[in-house]
């Protein structure tokens, strides 16, 4: 239990100095003083920095899928209206962040993509989960009738999910929340337009 | 004449190292020894890594423009089929890097936002620049009937370059063309349709 939990302030912990530094950028030095323990502890519940990098991308995971089960797989809205709203959610939480950041996945295939396998192998195995939960939605508005079937869904997904990360790139840049609110409102008046 | 021949090469080398490494992590030293140079020239040409990284961005700039000079601005070929062959260009140039680095500038905006606000303003009028290109594009497009008038072309524009840089990145993740072919392949069949 106690080492649950030891773990776990590490990887909160971490996963914040990362997403603000990059993962080369936060020193493990760092990350131990935030968390409060020395650096033997750290060697105690991870090998070495890079198995730390792979359990902040689960940890991030984790925060991704608990967002689109609450807005994404809502039962009490129409799929593309959880789509909108699970955007909203998106950029209320990148609003409170003063639209720094960006986000910790899109962060690390940026920077991780040309040098570590093992990172970029979890990253495009995250990124297939991503776009299945978007593939989902648009297929479920496919045949409630709400989302034209020529559609392709699967590739509509990848063109959703990467274009938001290019949006959030380009928020972080700008440190405004305009570019999300172009792409959503692009998105859903050019793209995803009802009809059968 | 040398003097300018000795700082292209610096900045030439370093931008090759720093596509691949991102800016913080392409050392000093490293670039040095790939321009040939000793550490005493470095700073006759740059007071600083900072200042060095800024006219990283200039070089960068510059393929850019001239990529855009020699595809979005051909004065033989419709403005949408230019902005095609501009995307074609892009994408065989990746494919000629085995799909890695990315967007030089996408990069740099991701790793550089937060951390050094020159590099952010620099960064962000580049990115207005890229937008203007496309947006005169859509522009041309749309006076000579080619596309529809109906569409906000600025806010096209952006759709399109956010879109991209995330297609970008997602490419990187994959080592594959997929996801650019997916990008315009959507761009082109949902959002740059022909009419008035």
Sequence with gaps: MARVTTQEAIVTKGAAIVHEKGFRGAGLQEILRASGIPKGSFYFYFRNKDEFGLALLEHYWGMI???????????????????????????????????????????????????????????????????????????????RGELSPGLDAGKAAWFILDGWEGAIMHMKLSKSGEPLEIFKKMLFECVLKTGA
């Design 65 to 143: 899928r608990s967002l689109a089960e609450r807005f994404l797989e809502d039962p009490g809205a129409p799929p593309l209206v959880r789509l909108e709203r699970y955007m909203d959610a998106y950029r209320e939480m990148f609003a409170d962040m003063g639209f720094r950041r960006g986000c910790p996945v899109g962060n690390l295939a940026q920077e991780m993509s040309d040098l570590n396998e093992p990172f970029r192998e979890r990253i495009s195995e995250i990124y297939a989960g991503m776009h299945g939960l978007i593939a989902k939605v648009l297929e479920e508005a496919q045949r």
